[in-house]
């Protein structure tokens, strides 16, 4: 299912837009697929290519982003302290900038 809605999202972009080098956010409530596929296309591949380097810290920008749940709410599911779900999402914002930035 994930495959389907990223290849959506994917015929989506290339219908719509012209140039690929857009900025994305990583403001979760500012996220909608009609008019940001392209930057779910995007993060999706960040993520996958994070998961590679530290699988907890994508778990955390998955349930940020795609999920929208709170630093609290992820410690819980991870079973984690409130401050390690705090440092790795700021790790993972940190690295998720320095890849956007380098596209």
């Known amino acids: 299912m ?7 999202a994917r015929k989506k972009a290339a219908l719509r837009r012209g140039g690929k080098n857009r900025p994305i956010t990583l403001d979760e409530e500012k996220l ?16 996958d290519k994070l998961s590679e ?21 992820i410690s819980e599911v991870l079973e984690v302290t409130t401050r390690t779900v705090d440092r790795d999402w700021a790790k993972a914002k ?3 900038y320095n890849e956007l930035k380098a596209l």
């Open 53 to 73: 380097i530290d699988e907890r810290r994508s778990q955390v920008v998955e349930m940020r982003f795609f999920g929208g749940m709170s630093i609290p709410e």
């Open 94 to 96: 940190l690295w998720l």
């Open 32 to 47: 909608d697929l009609e008019e940001h596929a392209e930057e779910i296309i995007e993060m999706n591949d960040l993520i």
């Open 2 to 8: 994930r495959q389907i809605l990223v290849d959506y």
